[in-house]
C-alpha cells in the first residue's frame, strides 16, 4: 500500500458534524487500491444526511439491520444498493450513536453515484469496513489543492419524497474547479 497516514482524514477528521466534513472533503481525495495499484480521485460532489429528523436519511424511522452502520463510530463505509443495480458509497460521520453520513455523488471525470462506485469496483463488500488503507478504500487529504475553488451548495438530488423542506435543504455540496 502506498500511503502516507499523516495524509489520512480518519475518524478524527470524520467525527464532527456531517456538513463540516462534507464541505471540507470536497478538494481531497478518495483512494482505492485495486489489483496492487492505488489509485487517487478528487472529491467533487457529495451529498450530507443529517440525523433521525432529516426525512431523506435511512436513519429517519430507527435503527435497522440496513442502516445499523450509521449508529456507529465516524469512519466507517455505508455501502447499500439502490434500485436493485447500483453501489452507493458513504461515509459515516459524527459521534456514536448519532446517525449521520456523506454520499460520495462524483469525482473528477466521473460524475453520479452509481458511475462512482463502478469505476472504483466498490460493492458490499466494503460495506461496514474502516476507511482505511488496509480495507483498500480510504480517504487522504489533497497535498495541494486546486488555487481557485469554489464551492456550490444546492437541494439533494432525487429526494422528493422527503417532503418539501427536506427536498430542498443545501445539503449538496459541489466543487467548483
Known sequence: MNSDSRNLLDSKFLNRPVLTVAEELLGNHI??????????????????????????????????????????????WYIYLCYGMHWLLNIVTGP??????????????????????KRLQIDKSQNEKPATPQTGLWLESAAVKPQSIHIERTPRIGISYAGEYWANVPYRFILKI
Do not use: Q, W
Open 31 to 76: 483512494c482505492r487500491e485495486i489489483e496492487g495499484s492505488v489509485e487517487r480521485h478528487i472529491i467533487t460532489e457529495v451529498e450530507a444526511y443529517d440525523g433521525h429528523e432529516d426525512k431523506a436519511s435511512h436513519a429517519n424511522k430507527g435503527k435497522t439491520p440496513r442502516n445499523a452502520i450509521m449508529f456507529r463510530p465516524a469512519g466507517n
Open 96 to 117: 456514536e450513536d448519532y446517525p449521520a453520513a456523506i454520499l460520495f455523488r462524483g469525482i473528477k471525470d466521473t460524475s453520479g453515484p452509481g458511475r462512482l462506485t
